[in-house]
């Protein structure tokens, strides 16, 4: 196979991610074009949820079936066309050899320049997804100068900037309650266990409990509702003695309720033995189980 139609077969994920890392440096940039970074953004939301491989609609119809997506404009439409052909879009090329990393992450509030250059020398984090994920799997304690308020505030200020869907701005705002129903959060589990077993996933090396330094821990960012979360396996000192790591999946709720987080299990014991669980609640999911036509939601993790 050739580099050029190993390009061409670039998916609307990798796309949508390009994108998103023109939008976060446009938007480290002075004067910054907010409604040019939204579009960018609104764009790859727009790949994410597309059924079609780009390459498909540009088969069959040409830019032009682009550009009938929402929020593609002829401009959008060319950049994807370019991205899907080559593997390279100019733009991304000049953005990346103006915009040093410690700039974007310095464009998160709280993040000055000086903590910014730290995270990126201590981690080598570069962007502002990166950035997120290491709020979540531990790594960012590892910075100096970062104690778990900051980094809450991290979570809290990159969800709305880097998960924002047309669904949630489209939708009236909401008041999240202080604990999500056991039914969101095992269909959570669900999609998460189902998409790492198609693969679908990206992969992040965790600092911790990893020698090898290899990318082997998945992550999901969804939405439910107006509601974001990230699930991944759980990376602790528990989970490897008992070698749980693949069971056992740890859930974020990234929103202004504060601090949620809520592990699922497989039972091994009791009523519900066989069945995901939520730690802690499995009251609630007896009852969640107990009616006819409720799903057994007891797809066996595989061990990695």
Known sequence: MTQQNEHRQLSNQAIAEHFERIAEMLEAKKNANPFRVEAYRNAAATLRELKQPVQKLLAGGGVEALRRLPGIGESLGNSIEQLAQTGQLDLLEQLRGEMRPERVLASVPGIGPKL????????????LSE????????????VPGLGRRRIRGIQELLVGRL??????????????????????????????????????L????????????????????????????????????????LEMIRDWVVIYRNDQAGDGRWTVVTAHYGPLRGK???RGREAE????YRPEGRPNNNLQAQPG
């Not at 950035?131 to 590892?142: E, F, I, S």
């Not at 090396?205 to 020698?211: I, M, Q």
């Open 131 to 142: 950035l997120l994920t290491a709020a979540y799997d531990g790594r960012l304690d590892q």
């Open 276 to 278: 995901r669980v939520v």
């Open 202 to 241: 990206p992969h992040i090396a965790p600092r911790r409990y990893n020698p090898t330094g290899g990318a082997w821990l998945p992550v999901l960012h969804t939405t439910r509702a107006n509601t974001e979360y990230t699930a991944l396996y759980s990376n602790t000192a528990r989970a490897h003695e």
């Open 285 to 288: 999911c007896q009852t969640y």
């Open 116 to 127: 910014a250059s730290r995270i990126h020398e201590t981690l080598n984090i570069a962007t």
């Open 163 to 200: 998960h924002r869907t047309r669904q949630a701005q489209n939708t009236p705002t909401r008041q999240p309650t202080h604990q999500p129903t056991v039914d969101e959060l095992l269909d959570v589990d669900r999609e998460y266990r189902e998409k790492v077993k198609a693969g679908e």
